[in-house]
């Protein structure tokens, strides 16, 4: 048997499988931007037909400021929280393990609610108002916003958070070079730039405990025009840090260079997630076109790894089990992937028939 149906420690929690639902965006929540009832519990708890499955729940807005989309998920009100708590209960009750991913879009949010405007003749000019840097005051507040989102996690019963430091939103954004051109001390140097994101994991794990805190990247993602022209010495001075700082991490997320957000690419020769995960002693979770044969081959050859899967956790919501009972997968249709609030594509899949009796 494959290591990735061996158990593993994640957080609080003990793992039965290393095969874990990525964090995916699909706008089926409701307008005020909590999770539909009618739709959100089921959807997750499907996905935990495996007892002692790790889901990330989807990227959810720390704060009004700190989003933007329509129909995404947020974590800042009374209501959102009781929403999720629906979902989370859902999960557990399946014996599975959920955290919840908290992003902020930054210079991507299409209202720019988050950054001021630098003049109404740019905005003329440009269809895309053009963001002015964010002051030391803006960045204490977003630190603030996750902190609170976060404890709203915890409220709404989740295991952990994920903060999204990937794919060209605000935090990733901190961190390259080719979007970071301050020069105060959030910019300019590896240390500066990656000093928004590991004061974010600080505060939060200082909310809500080290264990129930994580973190995802995305060093070779050319998705929202990112992607540096060598990105190893800012990733791995964030790796090396937290291995000093924050040892005991619920995991680090990173996305293989053969995915750029929800696009296919050709990875170069020399660009591998291996180098970082050689710095990091705990869990640590691979995303990014893996099929199940290569699943298996990673978590074989990668200690202490977990394998996200996105897009072929969409029309398989009893991924976990085809994979490890060998059953083909159903192919995935990318023009359901978005339409907000639709049930289609979301769910009704159904189970595999040689499941039944075993798994439901």
Do not use: C
Request: net charge negative; charged share 20%; proline share 6%.
């Amino acid at each position: 048997m494959s290591a990735l149906f061996e158990p593993i420690s994640v957080g609080g929690a003990t793992l039965s499988n290393r095969v874990v639902l990525a964090p995916l965006t699909r706008f089926r929540n409701d307008d005020d931007h909590a999770p539909n009832a009618d739709l959100a519990p089921e959807y997750y708890a499907e996905r935990a037909i495996v007892p002692g499955t790790l889901l990330i729940a989807e990227a959810t807005d720390s704060s009004v400021a700190l989003g933007g989309y329509a129909n995404t998920p947020g974590l800042y009100s009374a209501g959102q929280v009781a929403a999720w708590k629906k979902v989370t209960d859902a999960v557990h009750a399946k014996g599975g393990v959920i955290f919840v991913q908290l992003w902020a879009l930054g210079r991507v949010n299409p209202g720019n609610i988050v950054s001021r405007v630098i003049s109404a003749s740019t905005v003329q000019e440009n269809p895309y108002p053009v963001p002015e840097e964010m002051s030391l005051d803006d960045i204490a507040a977003v630190e603030s916003d996750f902190v609170a989102a976060a404890k709203n996690a915890i409220a709404a019963g989740f295991d952990g958070v994920e903060v999204h430091g990937a794919h060209g939103y605000l935090v990733d954004q901190f961190i390259q070079d080719v979007s970071n051109k301050r020069t105060d001390a959030y910019g300019g140097s590896v240390e500066n730039r990656a000093r928004f994101a590991l004061e974010i994991v600080d505060k939060v794990a200082a909310a809500i405990g080290e264990d129930k805190t994580a973190i995802r990247l995305s060093p070779f993602s050319q998705f929202q025009s990112m992607k540096m022209d060598d990105p190893f010495p800012t990733f791995s001075y964030i790796v090396s840090t937290l291995e000093k700082t924050h040892p005991k991490l619920a995991y680090i997320h990173f996305v293989e260079p053969r995915v750029s957000g929800g696009s296919d690419r050709t990875a170069a020769a020399n660009e591998t997630t291996d180098v970082y995960h050689a710095l990091w002693s705990g869990p640590w979770i691979a995303a990014g076109g893996f099929t199940p044969e290569s699943a298996k081959a990673y978590a074989d050859s990668h200690p202490n790894s977990l394998v996200a899967f996105g897009r072929a956790f969409i029309p398989n919501p009893d991924l976990v089990a085809r994979i490890k009972e060998g059953l083909p997968l159903v192919p995935y249709d990318r023009d359901t992937f978005y339409t907000a609030k639709a049930k289609e594509g979301y769910l009704g899949y159904a189970f595999a028939p040689e499941l039944k009796g075993k798994y439901y």
